[in-house]
């Protein structure tokens, strides 16, 4: 569009797992309101470390684990953050997967544990999907008794299959360069995928066994360069906020009252999203439009 202000735009970071289904909303927001949407995808602790290191700040942050806004972001940078969409693990596999069609939700481990199967999964230190692969493995071994499955299960999806984001990984799995896939049920079913499901007590998709999850853990980076912090298993939760110094706050606002409609709250399940209904906000400032959920 020629002639465009500065108000015009919107700058957007988004995790990786949802930019496929925000895509059309997208486009649509563009279309019926001129604004401008400048979108960048990728892992969510990329995210992070653009703003508190390298001070480029968004208009809008849609982060696929809402704890980074209180690990990371709240109070320096955001002063609120809402819940806003749930998933859960899954193992994605394609026809052309080996063992495709032996595969089942009692039989995965052994599959993905033969030497001609390659795994992928995602990198932890940068993405939640990364370190909730880690969590499950831990969960896993738990469920299924199995001394020693956590580490086999690691070693069956070694450094050279990993990827920094969870689109990403999803495209070597496409491209059939992978057999299987850690990754969120969201991702598999938007591109199509086959998947394992993964019982509850595992998948880290079930808010009511925040307590069971709580009893792993693992250690992700810090809030300086260099530290680490424990980070214990809880049920996936994305995460959304704008931040103290987003360059357009006016088309921030207008895109989340837009997010929240009830045509795009529908689009947006449409293609897989698990939406929340009304977002849990937590802390003070958050638009008008999304106040009226569980605020905390």
Known sequence: MIGLLAADTLVLFVAASLT????????????????????????????????????RVPDVLLLADADVFPRYLVPAHATWYADFARN???????????????????????????????????????????????????????????????????????????????????????????????????????????????????????????????????DVRGPTPGSTMLLRGEPILYGMSIPRAAPHPASANRFVEYLFSPTVLKQLRDAHVDMIAHPVVHGAGAPSSIRGGDDR
């Open 20 to 55: 496929k289904p925000l895509q059309p909303v997208l486009d649509a927001f563009t279309a019926q309101t001129g604004i401008v949407v400048q979108r960048e995808s990728g892992a969510s602790l990329e995210h992070v470390r653009k703003i508190t290191d390298l001070h």
């Open 88 to 218: 859960r693990m899954v193992v994605a596999y394609t026809p052309k997967s080996k063992h495709a069609a032996e595969i089942t939700p009692d039989n995965w481990m052994s599959i993905l544990a033969k030497g001609e199967v390659e795994v992928g999964r995602t990198d932890p230190k940068i993405a939640p999907v990364g370190y909730r692969t880690l969590l499950m493995f831990q969960l896993a071994e738990r469920f299924y008794q199995k001394p020693g499955l956590a580490k086999s299960l690691l070693d069956h999806a070694p450094d050279r299959n990993m990827r920094p984001n969870a689109a990403e990984l999803a495209g070597l799995l496409a491209a059939g360069e992978l057999d299987y896939i850690y990754d969120y049920q969201s991702v598999a079913e938007s591109n199509g995928f086959r998947y394992v499901a993964l019982p509850p007590a595992i998948d880290l998709g079930d808010a009511q066994r925040e307590k069971e999850y709580e009893s792993v853990s693992v």
